[in-house]
């Protein structure tokens, strides 16, 4: 599995569309760590909510 990993990894790395993918997954990756942070949190970043279950440090 590890192989089959690097092998895309390296064609993702020799196409020309490489840093719009990076950009892409960058912003997913953020993306659901913002949702999983919002969850666990019980309100977004900078929202007031008396049930607010913890505070946020960053994302």
């Known amino acids: ?3 089959d990993m ?3 990894r390296s064609l993702v790395e020799k ?4 840093d719009l993918l ?3 997954i ?3 990756a953020e ?4 949702l999983e942070v919002s969850s666990a949190t019980g309100a977004g970043f900078g ?3 008396p ?3 913890a505070q946020r440090n960053g994302y």
């Open 51 to 53: 049930l607010r279950l």
């Open 47 to 49: 929202e007031k909510n």
């Open 31 to 34: 993306r659901l760590m913002e």
């Open 1 to 3: 599995m590890t192989d």
């Open 6 to 8: 690097m092998n895309v």
């Open 15 to 18: 196409s020309a569309d490489a």
């Open 22 to 24: 990076r950009e892409m």
């Open 26 to 28: 960058g912003f997913a």
